[in-house]
């Protein structure tokens, strides 16, 4: 079992400091991360605005099922991993350990969709820079909306992956116990990592499969 | 008689590349990015021995504008805004605040890292042969048209960013959740307030540029003009997502210096510093308003009259935060009990010639005049002033103020007022005639120039030469005199502040016990009184 | 002309004068501010040195009222020099009506200049004394920037649009032309003359200088060569837009904004005709992306710039 007095680190006088500096310390990374992902959100929207039919036409192009699927999956996985984070904060592993599992499996899936979709586009002929392959006037703009839908998914997924990875190491910890009710700090920022990579989805969903 | 301090606890490389300790990742930080100045440093020299003569006769052209670019980025991105913050910072921030260390120490030390690896693909780059894009990377020559190490040099920049998003964070939320007892916000010393705002504008400026270099990358690496007309891309929103780091960036570089000058003016006139909340909100007011300004490097690029109206007010009221803290510096002296140590000609130096470098700003937010100025060595002048004369005046002030508690020693006071002396002079001879070589014409990154600029120019080359003197003088005896210098008392200055209650140098914990604070900052009431402890 | 030392730049058009004005002004208030602040400093250091090692001064306290006052004192300042500054950026920022017309195009490392009537220039531009001159700029391939200090005016020259500047040269004489954008290589490199001369001798240059065919003129064999009559004709109106009188007037486009049909949205439309299509219209207008330049497409905009307004069509395709 741990031991709890040793779960706090040196530099802090209490396991309520550390708790409260390392979730403070999450809020803060996560804000310089709606600056990353809002500076490209940001110069999509400019295009966006400079070439609706370019952008509504290339949207099209999107399979809109599967985003829907992936958007539903990625929300089950933020109620898996909130149910971890509660299973963590009750002392209880087992169920720690399962709803963390449940959640990297429903990770997985998205990426796995993903990966389908990423497919689907170098068979058609749409990734710029590799083959990409569109008619018409509109041509450029088109080519313009993949770049960005590549960049923000690609973003989007290499988050994901390190949250996979993240979640990976807090399965092998919550097996061996190490989290309970006196020690569930890294659990919960965890948490809101995940949480944040679900809210990222939601807004890159509509931009960019949802153009009608 | 050498009591165990956190330089001898432990001996060996391990230790210190393993260290998680603050003062040792400081020390860590120091190598790095003195080394990286000293690089910036020659590529500088290389650009004012050619600028003696008119023509371009010394290297090609090419190399010249290579030259140029990673004077810029090497200074910049690997110098100037690591400096204060993870030298001096990291030092001493959990020390001002009475804590054991930062909030997350093996994070501090990945940030070494993460800043070491991107010096050295920088370096790489550099030597790979180097890029030629100016430090500010403009689409399209950046993207489509160079055939230098864009990639290379700017992965490097990102990895310096990042880790400077990791410093920024770290002691955000150390200011936050790890004061002493008693040190409520408004009793901290104005250095913590200063590396508090610059903080806030590492976390949530650096990012913007991070996603800007990906960008470009993406457009170098699949030739998909993102910036480039024809598929419909916009050179000018390469500049906007650019500058709206860069420009906070250069509070990142002023305002810890400023910090450390609001030190240096309490301790060496021995007096509580005048204004101190308009000081801190000054520092708060200057993060915020930094990030409104952006425009103002694009007044020229088509911008709509009204955006330049918008854009020149807000760099007009940004400057009004920085005249505070200049006129209450001022009046921190007033019935003081002032001596003229070192650090304090640095702090002089400092407020003289931020208060011209900040004058000049004033110039270039005025619409109608910086459509005459832009791109000249008005501008050049203008960022050097600040910069050169500004924050790295500061920061040898405060390298010279905390040496003692640093490394144990004293240095040696005659060298060191000889070289502030050298520096100011070297500093006003290389800088001043820019500012008028720019209002006659001169664009900036030329590697040719008309005759009539060449006596201006080699005024300026010549005072490089005495500046390069004042920078080598310091690293000589600032090494000397860690093994041969007088060993320094736990407070030299008689200084107020908790670093100051600690053993020069300090142990690996820096506190037996957590202080408790009863009082304001630089409360100087009596010269032997110290804070209260325990 | 250029001999010696100069400290000041010369001062050769209508405006320069107004921003010299403005600048040393903020030169006086710098000088006097820094000075302010270098004396306040060394009164300071001196007087109150440390005269005795123990000595603590007594505290002095803080005055909100002079807070206040070095606060907005200040804050005064800057919005009268801001005042100043923009209401002389306002009244230089439209060139006057019935200014000369001129095209510039820089290019990687040159600036190629053409006068309506035919006259090309390489790094070179003659203009008359006295008189408004509009340049309208474009660049090739990376952004430049057209800089005359004489003048104190400048502007980028950004790919994939239209810029503008003017100037009205008051003194006779040779001035400096550089690129004060980084563009590369020879960016240094990149400048010229700006001549400006009396009357008689411009009339005189103009009607000497080597010269083709005028700009629109020029376009307009652009326009037969490269099939453009082939829609663009008032006799089948269905294939494309009429383009006579349409400069300078309001189009409706196909979602139902209304634009202006300056130099910018002809040369969109002529490299990138789906994104603003006019209504009543289909997308089947090629791209012209690559196959004309920047110069060719100035011609060919004089050329529809020419054409007489509706009411008067020319039968001829």
Not at chain 2, 249 to 266: C, H, K, N, R
């Amino acid at each position: 079992m741990a031991d709890h007095a040793s779960a706090v680190a040196h530099q802090f006088d209490d396991m309520e400091q550390q708790l409260d500096a390392s979730t403070f310390g999450m809020w803060v990374f996560l804000a310089q991360e709606v600056m990353f992902f809002g500076g490209l959100f940001l110069a999509y929207t400019i295009y966006r605005g400079a070439y609706p039919d370019a952008f509504r036409e290339a949207s099209h192009h999107l399979d809109l099922r599967l985003g829907a699927l992936n958007t539903v999956v990625l929300i089950g996985s933020s109620l898996t991993m909130a149910l971890a984070v509660r299973a963590a904060q009750l002392s209880r592993s087992r169920a720690l350990a399962g709803f963390l599992v449940a959640t990297l499996v429903l990770g997985t899936v998205f990426l796995a969709v993903k990966a389908f979709e990423y497919h689907h586009k170098y068979v058609e002929q749409h990734i710029p820079g590799l083959n990409f392959h569109a008619e018409g006037p509109l041509a450029g703009p088109v080519q313009m909306f993949f770049v960005f839908y590549f960049a923000m998914t690609g973003m989007h997924a290499l988050h994901m992956i390190v949250g996979a990875g993240l979640l990976v190491y807090f399965i092998v910890k919550a097996r061996r116990g190490r989290y309970s009710a006196h020690y569930y700090g890294p659990v919960e920022v965890m948490g809101l990592y995940w949480h944040f990579v679900d809210i990222v989805w939601i807004f890159l969903f509509p931009l960019l499969y949802l153009i009608r | 008689m050498t009591r165990t301090n956190y330089l001898n606890v432990q001996y060996g490389v391990r230790s210190w590349l393993l260290t998680t300790d603050h003062k040792r990742i400081a020390l860590l930080y120091l190598a790095a990015i003195t080394l990286f100045f000293f690089i910036g440093g020659a590529f500088a020299v290389m650009v004012r021995l050619e600028l003696v003569t008119p023509q371009g006769d010394l290297v090609e052209a090419e190399t010249y504008n290579k030259m140029f670019t990673m004077h810029g980025v090497m200074m910049v991105f690997f110098f100037l805004i690591p400096s204060t913050p993870a030298v001096l910072g990291n030092f001493l921030l959990p020390m001002m605040i009475g804590a054991r260390d930062l909030a997350f120490p093996r994070i501090n030390l990945l940030s070494w890292y993460v800043f070491v690896v991107g010096g050295v693909i920088g370096l790489g780059a550099a030597i790979s042969g180097g890029v030629d894009t100016g430090w500010t990377f403009y689409a399209p020559y950046s993207s489509t048209y160079t055939n230098t190490a864009v990639i290379t040099t700017a992965l490097g920049v990102f990895f310096a960013g990042f880790s400077s998003i990791l410093t920024g964070f770290n002691f955000i939320v150390t200011i936050h959740k790890m004061r002493a007892p008693g040190l409520t916000w408004f009793r901290l010393p104005l250095f913590v307030w200063a590396h508090y705002a610059t903080s806030v504008i590492q976390v949530l400026g650096t990012p913007v540029i991070a996603i800007t270099i990906i960008l470009l990358a993406m457009e170098r690496v699949m030739r998909v003009g993102i910036f480039d007309p024809k598929i419909g891309g916009d050179p000018v929103l390469f500049q906007h997502l650019f500058w709206f780091y860069s420009h906070p960036a250069v509070y990142i570089m002023v305002l810890p210096a400023m910090g450390i000058v609001s030190e240096l003016v309490t301790c060496f006139s021995r007096k509580k510093i005048y204004g101190y909340s308009f000081i801190a909100m000054s520092s708060v007011a200057i993060a915020v308003l930094g990030f409104l300004v952006w425009a103002h490097h694009m007044f020229v690029a088509g911008m709509s009259l009204y955006a330049s109206m918008v854009f020149s007010v807000l760099s007009f009221l940004v400057a009004i935060p920085s005249a505070i803290k200049v006129f209450n510096w001022t009046a921190t002296l007033y019935r003081g009990s002032i001596v003229y140590q070192t650090p304090m000609l640095y702090a002089f130096g400092f407020i003289g010639l931020f208060t011209i470098g900040g004058l000049t700003g004033l110039f270039l937010a005025t619409l109608a005049v910086d459509v005459h100025v832009h791109d000249t060595y008005f501008v050049v002048a203008h960022f050097h002033y600040i910069m050169v004369g500004g924050s790295v005046m500061a920061y040898m002030g405060g390298i010279h103020y905390w040496w003692p508690k640093i490394s144990g020693r004293l240095y040696p006071e005659g060298w060191a007022r000889f070289s502030a002396l050298v520096l100011f002079v070297g500093f006003n001879l290389t800088f001043f005639p820019q500012f008028l070589l720019g209002y006659l014409g001169m664009p900036r990154r030329y590697h040719s120039y008309p005759e009539e600029f060449q006596v201006l120019n080699v005024m300026s080359s010549a005072g490089a030469s005495i500046l390069g003197v004042g920078y080598l003088v310091p690293m000589v005896y600032l090494v000397w005199s860690m093994r041969y210098g007088k060993p320094a008392p736990a407070n030299p200055w008689s200084a107020k502040g908790l670093e100051w209650n600690t053993p020069s140098p300090p142990p690996t914990f820096n506190f037996d016990q957590t202080p408790v604070v009863t009082e304001d900052a630089y409360v100087y009431q009596k010269a032997d009184e110290e804070v209260p402890v325990g | 002309m250029w001999r010696g030392f100069p400290l000041f730049p010369e001062a050769a058009s209508t405006i320069a004068s107004g921003v010299d004005t403005i600048y040393l002004f903020l030169v006086a208030l710098s000088l006097l501010l820094s000075a302010g602040i270098f004396l306040a400093i060394f009164y300071f250091a001196v007087r109150f040195r440390r005269r005795h090692p123990g000595e603590v001064p007594a505290p002095v306290h803080g005055s909100l009222p002079l807070e206040l006052f070095w606060s907005f004192t200040p804050f005064v300042i800057m919005m009268i020099v801001f005042g100043w500054g923009t209401s002389l950026y306002f009244r230089n920022y439209n060139p006057p009506a019935g200014a000369m017309e001129i095209f510039v195009v820089g290019k990687q490392w040159m600036w190629k200049i053409q006068h309506p009537e035919g006259q090309r220039e390489i790094n070179e531009l003659h203009v008359p004394v006295g008189q408004p001159v509009k340049l309208t700029l474009a660049t090739e391939d990376v952004i430049h920037s057209f800089y005359v200090p004489a003048f104190r005016v400048k502007m980028d020259a950004i790919p994939g649009r239209y810029t503008s500047l003017w100037f009205h040269a008051t003194r006779p004489g040779r001035y400096h032309l550089f690129c004060a954008e980084y563009c590369g290589n020879q960016h240094s490199k990149m400048g010229g003359t700006v001549h400006v001369l009396e009357q008689p001798e411009y009339e005189a240059w103009i009607s000497g200088a080597a010269r083709g065919r005028s700009m629109a003129e020029s376009g307009e064999e652009l326009f037969q060569r490269l099939g453009c009559f082939t829609c663009h004709r008032a006799d089948m109106p269905g294939r494309g837009p009429v383009l006579e009188g349409v400069f300078g007037n309001p189009v409706t486009l196909q979602d139902g904004r209304r634009v202006i049909a300056d130099e910018a949205y002809l040369r969109e439309s002529i490299l990138n005709p789906g994104v603003k299509i006019v209504a009543g219209y289909r997308t089947r207008m090629p791209t012209f992306q690559g196959q004309i330049n920047e110069e060719q497409l100035m011609q060919i905009i004089a050329y529809i710039k020419s054409l007489p307004p509706k009411g008067r069509l020319d039968t001829e395709p």
